[in-house]
């Protein structure tokens, strides 16, 4: 009898009508997440003048986020592996959505930092999204399709941007925030006709679910399936240069294999996932995945304080005078339309190089070409200079971002998927919180070449850990 595998299945239908509609709803998650974070430069100030908090207090505001985002990532990733992508989805929408509404009515300070904490959790489930649109996109496909879903957090970035300078000259920060939750509500009528992961139901061994699922991709496309009856992850190619250790784990299981792993992985939750993660089929892998997560957030959010810091830091530390006064809300805008316009080129360069290069070499490359951007900024230069250093580095860093998060879900299987992605980013938020330190402490401390030194270094590293990465995932199919 004739079988196919879900990836036959997708690679006869291609990316259609059923793919653009996943994308759409999948980018419409990012474009949320995007705005909850980008909402921090701009709610910060705010908050500080109207409940004069001290500026160790408004910093612990933006931290407590990535807090929440770091244990969301983790969370929502375990029970996406556990109960499904679409409950996933649901769930960290709605908390998302519920806690970002009450923020907006916060009495004080310490409420509005618990319900961003909170808020921070929902949006922990973001990588999910990202996961699941990967999950129907043929291989063939997945490399410029994840560059193109990228560009829906470009789209949060200049949206939150535009909401602010319409907002907030006329309203509170309150109603800022109100809107600002608004995308992620948006998602929430439309959930009952969302479907579930072929790939996730095969892992479960529901594979009457997966034909279904498969089918309706097949009427919506109005392409035909392979011919047979679906089977689990039969025939994939592997990498004859990666390690053995590597391929052994990516290559097929059988149906019966694939049963025994999703019981034990059921009896044994998240501790079993982790252990998989780490066992020595995976764990180079996953650590060196870690790191480079650290590294991209890092140097990514590090580089959006850059913006609007550099150019006070060239003022105030050329006079002798330390940071008297922030920049006005106009700059702010205007700088952060010009950090977010710079991903465009960065989502352009690594679409034309991940399919030319291939992931690893894009992700290695981008990160050293950001190195060369950030170097003349040790030292002073003009503000139209450093406006151009900063945009430069700013494209290879979104660019060598969105690989990594093409590259991270095409390494693991699909039982350990969302579960491996989601620690890796919740090790990224990390960076998110460390960053503050070195792009506003230590230049408000009039010591900008040992902060860019900071940067270089971090980025240097994490380009030697993308060359030592065992497997190139370009062109392999999702097992």
């Known amino acids: ?38 909402l921090l430069s701009f709610v910060g100030p705010l908050v500080r003048e109207e ?97 193109v879903f990228s560009l829906f957090w470009t789209l949060g970035t200049v949206l939150e941007a535009s909401l602010a300078w319409v907002v907030l000259p006329a309203l509170s920060w309150r109603w800022l925030l109100g809107f600002t939750a608004v995308p992620c509500f948006l998602l929430l009528p439309f959930f009952g006709i969302t479907p579930e992961s072929p790939r996730y139901l095969c892992a479960q061994n529901r594979i009457s679910d997966a034909t279904l699922v498969l089918e309706r991709i097949s009427k919506t496309n109005q392409e035909a399936l392979p011919a047979g009856i679906l089977t689990y992850n039969h025939g994939t190619e592997v990498d004859p240069n990666a390690p053995t250790c590597e391929i052994d784990h990516l290559l097929p299981v059988k149906e019966k294999k694939c049963t025994d792993d999703n019981a034990m992985s059921s009896k044994s939750g998240s501790v079993a996932a982790l252990r998989s993660l780490l066992s020595l089929n995976l764990r180079r892998s996953t650590l060196l995945l870690w790191f480079v997560f650290y590294a991209n957030t890092f140097a990514y959010y590090g580089l959006v304080l850059l913006t609007s810091q550099l150019s006070d830091a060239n003022r105030s530390c050329a006079s002798g005078l330390r940071y008297a006064k922030s920049e006005q809300d106009t700059s702010l805008y205007k700088d952060t339309f010009i950090t977010s316009l710079a991903e465009f080129p960065g989502l352009i360069v690594s679409a034309v190089l991940v399919e030319w290069l291939g992931r690893k070499a894009t992700m290695w490359c981008l990160l050293f070409t950001c190195c060369g951007f950030l170097g003349p900024l040790m030292f002073h230069q003009t503000e139209l200079w450093t406006t151009a250093l900063l945009f430069g580095a700013r494209a290879c860093a979104m660019g060598s971002f969105t690989v990594l998060c093409l590259y991270a879900p095409e390494v693991y299987p699909t039982s350990v998927r969302s579960t491996g992605v989601g620690i890796a980013n919740a090790i990224g938020r990390i960076g998110g919180i460390v960053c503050p330190l070195v792009a506003v402490g230590m230049l408000r401390s009039c010591h900008q070449m040992e902060a860019i030194l900071v940067f270089e270094v971090v980025l240097c590293v994490a380009a030697i850990a993308c060359m030592l990465f065992p497997v190139e995932t370009k062109g392999r199919d999702m097992n």
């Open 1 to 38: 009898m004739e079988t196919y595998t879900t990836d036959n299945a997708l690679a006869a239908m291609g990316f259609g009508k059923f793919q653009a509609l996943v994308l759409i709803y999948a980018g419409m998650g990012w474009v949320a997440e995007s705005m909850e974070l980008n």
């Open 51 to 147: 409940w004069k908090i001290s500026a160790q207090d408004e910093s612990l505001l933006s931290s407590v986020v990535f807090f929440g985002m770091l244990i969301g990532a983790c969370g929502w990733g375990f029970v996406s592996d556990k109960y499904g992508r679409r409950t996933c989805l649901l769930f960290s929408t709605l908390f998302a959505t519920g806690m970002g509404f009450i923020s907006a009515l916060s009495p004080n300070y310490l409420c509005l930092m618990a319900l961003r904490f909170l808020v921070g959790v929902g949006v922990g489930g973001g990588h999910v999204f990202s996961s699941w649109f990967l999950e129907f996109v043929p291989a063939q496909n997945r490399g410029t399709w994840m560059i």
